[in-house]
């Protein structure tokens, strides 16, 4: 029983959305077996040796994407990208194919024209409402508003062809009623494949707070806030640690002498297991934020906004919205000085965001759509 994997984040730059990509792909190889998920890897950035990627197609350049906006298809797939797809779908005998991403409506209309295979999409976040707020904080630019259009068309088409659509959180249930009419029975959150090495026995004199996140413009909103107005009033053992893919680009901007940019990191390891604390002063964004499953992850107190913590279950005594409200909580971990790992955070991760809790309602949605016998596999 075969099924095909299609996502352009697989291959991609480090972020969040590449992390909860490899999640599902790790989870498709659990249920239907490793062999039996082929992979088809849009706007890649890296190489790879998985046996498993039948179909590769390098990061576009602009003119390319624009070029394929002109030609109707998404903006992150060529025409023969798209023609590849709907090649392998003729040829194949998929039990399932599953699109890891909202933006390729078009291209499964078409792929039901040609197979009668069921199509489950996977929604990092309702970009209509992304793109929305991101208008509001920046300036918009003539091809930014090409791709949005291009972007809004296939994401109402995913709506309307996919048999099914896994949605992150019930904020996002009500933007998808709100732009385009219906709603999901399937919520299924961000989730983490256990990669943490956890050293319980780390200990450092200073109060170490960290903050993970890639050079994204929410990221760099709000912890260029964080450091203007809450670091200054945090005890003076405290340091703050910002660790993400090109953060190093804001060292100039964002280093004082309680804050240290690092950067781009191999491994987080290291930062995750001497950090007291995590913070996610996050005010934009939509979807549910991948690092704040991370934190969980390594067994991290993380102190987050309603925005870091949307989706979230479990953590309502780590919220913070205000400068005053982070300063308060810090200051008071300061001076109790928990231990550096939780075991509470740690089971609130294992129960509510890992394989095991995504494994279940997978196989409940492949039921659901029609893949027989899965549980079986």
């Known amino acids: 029983m075969k099924i095909l994997f299609i996502s352009d984040f697989i291959l991609a730059e480090e972020q ?16 239907f077996g490793a062999d039996n998920v082929q ?3 849009l706007n890649s950035t890296y190489s790879s040796d998985d046996i498993n990627i039948i179909y590769k197609k390098v990061k576009q350049s602009k003119l390319k994407i624009l070029e394929s906006i002109l030609l109707g298809v998404p903006f992150l797939m060529s025409k023969s990208d798209e023609n590849e797809i709907l090649r392998l779908c003729k040829i194949n005998d998929y039990a399932l194919i599953f699109v890891d991403h909202s933006i390729y409506g078009s291209v499964i209309e078409k792929i039901r024209k040609v197979c009668d295979t069921p199509v489950v999409s996977y929604f990092h976040g309702i970009i209509q409402y992304q793109n929305e707020q991101f208008s509001k904080n920046n300036k ?28 992150l959180n019930e904020r996002d249930n009500r933007n998808l009623e709100k732009y385009y009419g219906v709603k999901s029975k399937y919520i299924f959150p961000v989730y983490y494949t256990d990669t943490a090495h956890i050293d319980k026995n780390v200990h450092t004199d200073e109060f170490t707070l960290l903050f993970v996140g890639g050079y994204f413009w929410p990221n760099i909103q709000g912890i260029t806030w964080f450091i203007d107005n809450v670091m200054p009033k945090v005890k003076s053992q405290i340091m703050l640690y910002i660790v993400g893919h090109r953060m190093e680009e804001l060292r100039e901007n964002l280093t004082r002498n309680n804050v240290t940019v690092v950067g781009s990191v191999e491994n987080l390891d290291e ?11 996050i005010f934009k964004g939509e979807g549910m934020k991948t690092k704040t499953c991370e934190a969980l992850m390594y067994g991290k107190r993380y102190l987050g906004t309603d925005e870091a913590l949307e989706g979230y279950e479990g953590l309502d005594d780590y919220r913070c919205n205000s400068a005053n409200e982070f300063i308060q909580r810090i200051n008071e971990f300061c001076e109790s000085r928990p231990p550096k790992f939780s075991s509470e955070m740690r089971k609130l991760y294992e129960d509510k965001y890992s394989p095991q809790m995504a494994k279940k309602l997978l196989l409940k949605v492949f039921s659901d759509v029609g893949v027989q016998n899965v549980s079986e596999e």
């Open 271 to 281: 930062w995750y297991n001497k950090a007291d604390l995590v913070v996610g002063p």
């Open 16 to 31: 969040g959305a590449k992390k909860s990509t490899i999640a599902h792909y790790e989870s498709l190889k659990d249920i």
């Open 140 to 167: 918009i630019r003539f091809r930014d508003r090409l791709v949005w259009e291009n972007i809004k068309k296939n994401e109402q088409d995913t709506v309307k062809y996919s048999n099914c659509c896994l949605i």
């Open 39 to 41: 992979v088809v890897a």
